[in-house]
């Protein structure tokens, strides 16, 4: 069964520490990886698409990383606006679907 | 360009009743799926659309339905709501369905069932 980890489950940083997020997954097939960041009470924001091993994706503080069974999500010097809910999500091969399985998140705090 | 539009944002709805939620996906996109957020469950699949046609669908009962209008706008239903509907209902947009491309969520709807 196609399944998604992540970890931890809560990240506390201060202001300028840098950090990672994983997320582990297994799938019969990956067609793509989605990193969302999800503020309270608001939908996910779409963050990164990675769909092969050794992919890389940058925007501003953030980076992702793809490996064939994990994804990293490395957050350079955070600052407080970055506290959010992380959700990481699969899309598997298999006919024409745009199903995506999420993990269950991990939420990020940074204190000033 | 427009994002992805849901409505209403909060609905409050009595048990048993029904409730439709509605979606407007971004322009050009063809592809709306659905999913319930919990704190217990995380995100889950509802179902997806694609041209007027359910093409994928979780692991939900019956009591939740939904359809896709010609203009790709879409609309999710729950009958006789119980309890355990409550959640955050989300949509999300893509262009195309079964290919490399991303998926856009809307705002979400908030379900409360008293």
């Known amino acids: 069964e196609d399944q998604v980890t992540q970890s931890p489950e809560a990240l506390r940083l201060q202001e300028g520490e840098s950090s990672s997020l994983n997320c582990s997954y297994t799938?019969?097939?990956?067609?793509?990886l989605f990193w969302y960041r999800q503020d309270p009470g608001k939908g996910p924001e779409f963050l990164f698409t990675l769909y092969s091993a050794g992919e890389e994706k940058e925007k501003e503080r953030l980076k992702a990383t793809l490996t064939k069974k994990e994804s990293f999500l490395h957050i350079t010097a955070p600052k407080p606006e970055d506290s959010a809910t992380y959700l990481c999500a699969v899309q598997a091969y298999g006919g024409a679907t745009n199903k995506l399985i999420f993990g269950t998140g991990t939420l990020l705090a940074v204190q000033p | 360009k427009a994002g992805v539009t849901q409505t209403p944002r909060y609905l409050i709805k009595t048990r048993g009743q029904q409730v439709t939620l509605s979606c407007s996906p971004i322009?050009?996109?063809?592809?709306v799926s659905w999913y319930q957020q919990t704190p217990g469950q995380g995100l889950q699949f509802l179902f997806e659309?694609?041209?007027?046609?359910?093409?994928n669908k979780g692991n939900f009962p019956g009591r939740f339905s939904g359809r896709q209008f010609s203009n790709s706008r879409s609309e999710m239903n729950v009958s006789t709501l119980e309890l355990g509907d409550s959640a955050l209902y989300l949509c999300?947009?893509?262009?195309?369905?079964?290919?490399?491309?991303?998926?856009?969520f809307g705002q979400g709807t908030r379900l409360t069932v008293v």
């Open positions: 659309y694609f041209s007027e046609t359910q093409r």
């Open positions: 999300a947009s893509s262009p195309d369905l079964g290919m490399n491309t991303e998926a856009f």
């Open positions: 322009s050009g996109h063809r592809s």
């Open positions: 799938v019969s097939g990956l067609r793509g």
